[in-house]
Every structure is written in structure tokens, then in C-alpha cells.
């Protein structure tokens, strides 16, 4: 048999069994399954590489103005630490959640600019990232590479400060949440400082309470509970700090 036909053969089989494991859904595609080893190692290294071939053209401006720290961490504040955590901030649904999981951006920061800038700027497939280019333009975007590289040595009472002083959620139009200036930033998920859950609802929050509304709970028809005055949000695990005031029950 000449070795082109062999070869042919090993390559009909190959694609045979890459068929068969789709076919039979041998990949299994929950975000609570993680990866083997290998496989994740393999994805891992597929996208640092393909990042690192894009990274390589941008050119990195200087950074670290303070005008560019506080616009960064006004926008980061509002739009990142949901899933990358910020100082003195508790891990959030997202963050534990997700996979592949954001990194905790407190610890990493961005030892690499232009890397940190690629990724903000066109996210990543198939992941949590989103791609914020589509609506901020590059120097904001640089301004919170700038804000990223000081995040890591900063205390949670810097950061607050920091928060305070810039102009909030604030690149140049596009913003897809309500100018607030009156930012908190430290209250976690549903921190002032951009409040993805608008003003509607009472709210009757009480995570001390008892646990009426447990998520393995089957929840009977027509009425699973009875949001005035119990506590919805339980579920056996430390939730992340939740900003009661003025946001909905927190209901799953
Ligand atoms: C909904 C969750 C989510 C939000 C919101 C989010 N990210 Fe991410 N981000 C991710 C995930 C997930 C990854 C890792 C993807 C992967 O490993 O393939 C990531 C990766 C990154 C990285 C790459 C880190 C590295 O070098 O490996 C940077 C930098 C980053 N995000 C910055 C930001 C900034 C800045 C914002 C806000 C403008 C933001 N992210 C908002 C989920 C998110």
C-alpha cells in the first residue's frame, strides 16, 4: 500500500471518530465540567498564541497619567468587577460561575499591555470575555490597561477613592447603563455604581433570615413563594455582598 493511501485511510478515520464523539455528544458542554487536563491545556495554549499574534502589532502608549488611572477605574468599576473581582471584594456568582473563569484581575493586573488591551478590546470567543471595542474606543480602553497594571498593589480603601474621584461609567458614548456618579463601587454585584438591575421592586432582601426559597427546592405551582417579606436569595453557599437598597429580589 503506498503511503499516500495509508495515509488517506488514518485521515477517514480520524474523521470518523471526531463524527462519532459529536454524534454521540462526547464533549460535555456544561460550565460545571471542566475540561481534562490536556484538553484544557491545549485550548489554553491555542489561545495565548492566537492572542500573542495579534498583541504583537499594537503599539503600547504611555501609561499611568492620573487622569487615565481614574477613568480607568471608573469604567472598570462599572463594567468589569462582576466577573474579575476589584480590592476587598468578595468572589461573585459570575465570577465562580463562569468558565473558562474570568481571572481575579485584583492578583493578575496586566503584566502584558498590549495583551490586557487586545483581549478588553476584542474579547474572547466562546468565554465570558465580552468585546468592549465595540463600544469604547481605544483610549478608554488604554486607560483601563492603565488602571489594570496599579490594580493589584492597590488597597480596597484606595480603590474606593480612586472610584470616587473619576467620572464613573464614562467612555465617550455607547455606555449601556445610567451615568451615576454617586458610585459606591464596593457593594459587589449590585453596586452603585452602575445599577444593572434598575430601580424597580420593593426589594425584600434578608439574607440572615431563614430560607424559604432553597434552589433544589421543586418549586409547586402556581405560587413558589411569597417574595413580600421572605428572604428569596439562599442557596447554601456565601453569596456575594448584595447591595439591598433599591434592587429586585434577587430571584433564581
Ligand atoms: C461576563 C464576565 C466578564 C466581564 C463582565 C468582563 N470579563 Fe474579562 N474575561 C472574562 C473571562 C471569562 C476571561 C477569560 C477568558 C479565557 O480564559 O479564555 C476574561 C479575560 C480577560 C482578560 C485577559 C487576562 C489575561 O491576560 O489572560 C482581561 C485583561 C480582561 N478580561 C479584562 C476585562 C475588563 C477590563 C473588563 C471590563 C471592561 C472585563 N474584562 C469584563 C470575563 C469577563
Given at each position: 500500500?503506498?503511503?499516500?493511501?495509508?495515509?488517506l485511510?488514518?485521515?477517514?478515520?480520524?474523521?470518523a471518530?471526531?463524527a462519532?464523539?459529536?454524534?454521540?455528544?462526547?464533549?460535555h458542554p456544561?460550565?460545571?465540567?471542566?475540561?481534562s487536563?490536556?484538553?484544557?491545556?491545549?485550548?489554553?495554549?491555542a489561545?495565548?498564541?492566537?492572542?500573542?499574534v495579534?498583541?504583537?502589532d499594537v503599539?503600547v502608549?504611555?501609561l499611568?497619567?492620573?487622569?487615565?488611572?481614574?477613568s480607568g477605574?471608573?469604567?472598570?468599576?462599572?463594567?468589569c468587577?462582576?466577573?474579575?473581582?476589584a480590592?476587598?471584594?468578595?468572589?461573585t456568582?459570575?465570577?465562580?460561575g463562569?468558565y473558562?473563569?474570568?481571572?481575579?484581575?485584583?492578583?493578575?493586573g496586566?503584566?502584558?499591555?498590549a495583551?490586557?488591551f487586545w483581549v478588553?478590546?476584542h474579547?474572547?470567543?466562546?468565554?465570558?470575555?465580552?468585546?468592549w471595542?465595540?463600544?469604547m474606543s481605544d483610549?478608554y480602553?488604554?486607560?483601563?490597561?492603565?488602571?489594570?497594571q496599579?490594580m493589584?498593589t492597590?488597597?480596597?480603601?484606595?480603590?474606593?477613592?480612586?472610584?470616587a474621584?473619576?467620572g464613573?461609567h464614562?467612555h465617550?458614548?455607547?455606555?449601556?447603563?445610567?451615568?451615576?456618579d454617586?458610585?459606591?463601587a464596593m457593594?459587589?454585584?449590585?453596586?452603585g455604581?452602575?445599577?444593572?438591575h434598575?430601580?424597580a421592586a420593593?426589594a425584600?432582601?434578608d439574607?440572615?433570615?431563614?430560607a424559604?426559597?432553597?434552589?433544589?427546592?421543586?418549586a409547586?405551582?402556581?405560587?413558589p413563594h411569597d417574595?413580600?417579606?421572605?428572604?428569596?436569595?439562599?442557596?447554601d453557599t456565601p453569596?456575594?455582598?448584595?447591595?439591598?437598597?433599591?434592587?429586585?429580589?434577587?430571584?433564581?
Open positions: 500500500m503506498s503511503l499516500i493511501k495509508s495515509g485511510i488514518l485521515v477517514g478515520f480520524g474523521a471518530a471526531v462519532g464523539g459529536i454524534y454521540f455528544g462526547a464533549v456544561g460550565a460545571d465540567e471542566p475540561h487536563a490536556v484538553v484544557f491545556k491545549l485550548i489554553e495554549t489561545r495565548d498564541r492566537a492572542i500573542a495579534r498583541a504583537h503599539t502608549p504611555a499611568g497619567e492620573a487622569a487615565q488611572l481614574k477605574a471608573g469604567n472598570y468599576a462599572a463594567m468587577t462582576t466577573c474579575h473581582l480590592p476587598g471584594m468578595a468572589p456568582e459570575l465570577s465562580q463562569l473558562p473563569a474570568p481571572p481575579n484581575l485584583t492578583q493578575l496586566a503584566p502584558d499591555p495583551r490586557a478588553i478590546k474579547g474572547i470567543k466562546a468565554s465570558g470575555m465580552p468585546a471595542g465595540k463600544s483610549e480602553i488604554w486607560n483601563m490597561v492603565a488602571f489594570l496599579r493589584p492597590m488597597s480596597p480603601e484606595q480603590y474606593q477613592a480612586l472610584v474621584s473619576s464613573g464614562d465617550g458614548g455607547g455606555e449601556s447603563m445610567p451615568h451615576d454617586t458610585m459606591p457593594e459587589g454585584m449590585n453596586s455604581s452602575g445599577d444593572h434598575g430601580e420593593p425584600a432582601h439574607d440572615t433570615g431563614s424559604p426559597h432553597a434552589h433544589d427546592a421543586p409547586p405551582a402556581p405560587a417574595d413580600a417579606g421572605a428572604p428569596p436569595h439562599d442557596h453569596a456575594p455582598p448584595h447591595d439591598d437598597a433599591g434592587s429586585p429580589p434577587h430571584d433564581h
